[in-house]
């Protein structure tokens, strides 16, 4: 486990840093800009957060970075380790608000879903990490560090061999594209050759529709897109995800078209669409899925709903998943189902919920209206 995100001295915290801003950082101190590499490198690649093991660093920086500096992930305060391999940690947040975040093993691969907000400031009907309310933004170190300790907690790790982690989802807690600053600083380190080194398709930023930010993004990353659609028209769409509402379907999917057609890369987009019985998994939504999408460069992700108390909604059966794959399938679009992974420890998409001071007050109004319906 990690040691505690508690930082009474108000020291830097260097693992959330990218390469330019550490640059900058040891530029202040007089060294030259190789030693942002190597710290790096100790950092991201190593797991080392002891200066005093950084042994190609002088002696006299070593105690300098010592009295100003730290590297410092969150504390995990609680791990479980599914039947069929996935891990989910509860990181505890100065504050004392909790965040969950989960590792989907599979083959030679492991997508990490991270986290990037305490809570999620959009209140999507369907969603139980929204239920809970909203506490505040992650900082780039308390993103970062989600991935720091997926890798360490792998025990005789090799880490010259071994990826445990090589791919990043960021489907946590919260809407990534409302922390930007910081999940930008974040996704800088993922692919950076001397930190992570996760490739640009392998990142990717799922937003439910914040278009003043995806427009942003143009330039500044090359990181992978998904939509949380989850519903093929406005009408349907206010009801599931309120912040269409502001920004409709047609803003959303010509924003995303632009920042692909930007990409050096022939890149498409990730449909994310959460099927609810009765609600939006009929041949009808089918059919209006087909005609929005037809113009737009993307593969599709179905998400069987996860139910959970209160929610007002229903999984709909292994029959009716397969028949909407299938329409969309003959339509020519690339479709697949997720496969429900983690079930059995609750980290199963739209299950992470943390522990959140909700300074919204919403999770207060979601329990009293369970109440008054009985």
């Known amino acids: 486990m990690s040691e505690s995100t508690a930082n009474p001295l108000n020291k830097i915290n260097l693992l959330g840093m990218p390469r330019q801003k550490m640059i900058d950082f040891f530029a202040d101190l007089g060294e030259k800009p190789f030693r942002a590499k190597q710290v790096m490198q100790w950092i991201h690649q190593y797991g080392v957060m002891d200066f005093d093991e950084m042994s190609n660093i002088s002696k006299v920086l070593r105690e300098k970075l010592k ?133 640009k398709r392998r990142v990717t930023i799922s937003t439910a529709g914040v278009v003043p930010a995806i427009d942003k993004m143009n330039g500044l990353t090359d990181a992978s897109l998904a939509i949380s659609l989850h519903a093929p028209n406005d009408e349907l769409r206010n009801q599931l995800v309120p912040v269409n509402k502001k920004y409709p379907i047609a803003m959303l999917l010509d924003s995303a078209k632009n920042y692909l057609s930007n990409l050096s890369d022939k890149r498409k987009a990730t449909i994310e669409y959460t099927l609810l019985a009765g609600v939006n998994d009929r041949k009808v939504h089918a059919d209006q899925l087909i005609e929005l999408l037809k113009d737009f460069p993307c593969k599709i992700n179905l998400i069987p709903f996860n139910p959970f108390p209160g929610s007002g909604y229903k999984k709909p059966s292994n029959t009716e998943v397969r028949c909407f794959q299938d329409w969309l399938t003959k339509a020519g679009y690339i479709t697949t189902v997720r496969t429900t992974r983690g079930d059995d420890i609750d980290a199963a998409c739209g299950q992470l919920v943390g522990l959140v001071e909700d300074k919204t007050r919403r999770s207060e109004r979601y329990i009293n209206l369970q109440q008054l319906n009985g």
């Not at 009295?67 to 479980?80: G, K, L, W």
């Open 67 to 199: 009295e100003i500096a730290i590297v410092q992930a969150p504390e995990i305060t609680y791990q479980a380790i599914s039947k069929d391999g996935t891990r989910k940690w509860l990181m505890k947040m100065p504050g004392g608000s909790s965040i969950e975040t989960v590792l989907i093993p599979e083959g030679n691969r492991g997508t990490l879903c991270i986290s990037s907000q305490i809570g999620c400031a959009l209140d999507c009907s369907f969603c139980s990490t929204g239920k809970q309310g909203f506490n505040r933004n992650l900082s780039a170190e308390e993103i970062v560090g989600q991935i720091w300790n997926a890798i360490a907690s792998f025990e005789d790790l090799d880490r010259t061999k071994d990826r445990p982690v090589t791919n990043v989802v960021m489907m946590g807690m919260g809407e990534p594209l409302l922390n930007f600053d910081n999940v930008m600083d974040s996704i800088d380190l993922m692919m950076d050759d001397f930190a992570y080194s996760i490739s």
